[in-house]
């Protein structure tokens, strides 16, 4: 059974960190394009980072030099490390899979998602 789980979300104030996780099972995590997206109330999803399967990432805009995201193929994990936070990051944030060869580009139709973990930013 093919599982992401999303952890590490929280409360923080402008300008803190956390670490977002999340845990794959029931498919081979390496050879695939892993992404992390967010949602808000009354927004679109959006996209913010991809790793591929070399570990090359890419990242919006709205977070380049903030967020960080890598992952841990012994530990079937991929992190979003997140610093700098400001309040418009406060959103749903989960975790997708796609055993796509096309990993990066402005798109948030992955076939695999996690549940999602709740980050909430206050100024």
């Known amino acids: 059974q093919v599982r992401l789980v999303e952890s590490g979300g929280g409360s923080v104030q402008s300008g803190g960190s956390l670490r977002l996780s999340c845990v794959a099972s029931?498919?081979?995590?390496?050879?695939?394009?892993m992404g992390w997206f967010r949602q808000s109330p009354g927004k679109g999803r959006e996209r913010i980072a991809t790793?591929?399967?070399?570990?090359?990432?890419d990242y919006a805009d709205s977070v380049k030099g903030r967020f960080t995201d890598s992952k841990d193929n012994a530990k079937n994990t991929l992190y979003l490390q997140m610093n700098a936070l400001k309040p418009e990051d406060t959103a749903m944030y989960y975790c997708?899979?796609?055993?796509?060869?096309?990993?990066?580009?402005?798109?948030?139709?992955?076939?695999?998602w996690g549940q999602g973990t709740q980050v909430t930013v206050s100024s």
């Open positions: 997708a899979a796609d055993p796509t060869d096309y990993c990066h580009g402005v798109r948030t139709d992955f076939p695999i």
């Open positions: 029931g498919y081979t995590f390496n050879t695939y394009c």
């Open positions: 790793i591929d399967s070399d570990s090359s990432t």
